[in-house]
């Protein structure tokens, strides 16, 4: 757990909320992912990261120009301040951000659809690059220059702001994603000439190899935790180098038990 980036802070306060019993008992796991992102969303510092990157060319922006845009390091602790994300000309943006097709409800990035780019521009997707498979490989897009920091002077709008990661200045990294061990709440629950094993989660570990992650990251210790942009906390595994990073994820950023709490009232994850 500790490897994985639960605080002491996050596992006192689940100790706490359970109590003691004098009977056997389970708690539901959701209630102490619930305490861990409660803790991390005061102490993490934010990071932007795309685990399965999409490049992206911005065809009019000029060429080996690189600028320097402000992002907040944590929106819940003032006094951790900002720091300098570089934007240029390539980027890497997350593959689930892009449809060539899109669904009705989809609302991110398409062909000819503008969006926002966190602390940076409007693009929109002008072109789609395929290889001899026909997998998209690149994006060729435009870009406003007057929407920089996110706000369009006209007041036009868009549905979706999309993280993103330097394709120059990013840092190649592997992340870990944890998830749970088992596919069921009670894993003896399993049919006769059955055991546990039947309900062993064959996804609980994805390793991935072809990360990208914000610049403002290099150097970072081990066991120091961030908070992916829109897609989890991380903590840096001892696996970590000097020449390449490796981050475990501890939980994602969807809290299911805030809204059991909102059903059932607090602690009624617990039978």
Same mark, same amino acid.
């Given at each position: ?11 006192r306060?689940?100790c706490?909320?359970?109590? =003691? ?7 539901? =796991? ?25 490049? =992206?060319?911005? *065809?009019n ?8 845009? #402000?992002a907040?390091?944590?929106? #819940? &602790?003032a006094?951790?301040?900002t ?10 943006i997350e ?15 398409a ?7 966190r602390?940076?521009?409007f693009i ?5 690059v395929k ?7 690149e994006?060729?897009c ?9 706000d ?5 709008k868009?549905k979706?702001?999309?993280?993103w990661v ?8 592997? =992340?870990?994603?944890?998830?749970h061990?088992?596919?069921?709440a &009670?894993?003896? &629950?399993? #049919? #006769? ?5 039947n309900n062993?989660?064959? $996804?609980?570990? *994805? ?11 290099a150097?970072?210790?081990?066991e120091?935790?961030?908070q992916?942009e ?9 696996d970590?180098?000097a020449?390449?990073?490796v981050?475990?994820r501890?939980?994602t950023l ?7 709490q909102k059903?059932k009232? $607090? ?5």
């Amino acid at each position: 757990m500790r490897r994985r980036g639960y605080s002491p802070a996050a596992i006192r306060n689940f100790c706490q909320r359970i109590g =003691v019993n004098k009977f056997n008992s389970t708690v539901d =796991v959701q209630l102490l992912e619930h305490c861990v992102r409660e803790d991390l969303n005061k102490t993490s510092p934010r990071v932007m990261a795309v685990l399965r990157p999409l490049k =992206v060319v911005i *065809e009019n922006y000029p060429e080996g120009q690189t600028e320097q845009l #402000e992002a907040i390091n944590n929106p #819940e &602790d003032a006094s951790a301040g900002t720091r300098q994300v570089p934007f240029g000309r390539e980027l890497y943006i997350e593959r689930d951000d892009f449809m060539e097709e899109p669904p009705k409800k989809f609302f991110r990035l398409a062909p000819g659809r503008e969006v926002r780019l966190r602390y940076a521009y409007f693009i929109t997707c002008r072109e789609v690059v395929k290889d001899a498979a026909g997998e998209v490989v690149e994006l060729r897009c435009t870009y406003d220059p007057a929407t920089r920091g996110g706000d369009s002077p006209d007041g036009r709008k868009v549905k979706a702001t999309l993280h993103w990661v330097s394709a120059q200045e990013g840092l190649r990294c592997q =992340v870990r994603l944890y998830d749970h061990l088992f596919n069921t709440a &009670d894993p003896s &629950d399993v #049919e #006769e000439g059955k055991d546990f094993r039947n309900n062993l989660n064959p $996804q609980s570990l *994805e390793v991935l190899d072809e990360c990208y992650v914000e610049p403002s990251v290099a150097g970072a210790k081990v066991e120091q935790r961030y908070q992916f942009e829109r897609l989890g906390y991380f903590c840096v595994d001892r696996d970590a180098t000097a020449d390449r990073l490796v981050f475990n994820r501890t939980v994602t950023l969807k809290d299911t038990w805030a809204k059991i709490q909102k059903g059932k009232g $607090q602690g009624g994850g617990k039978k």
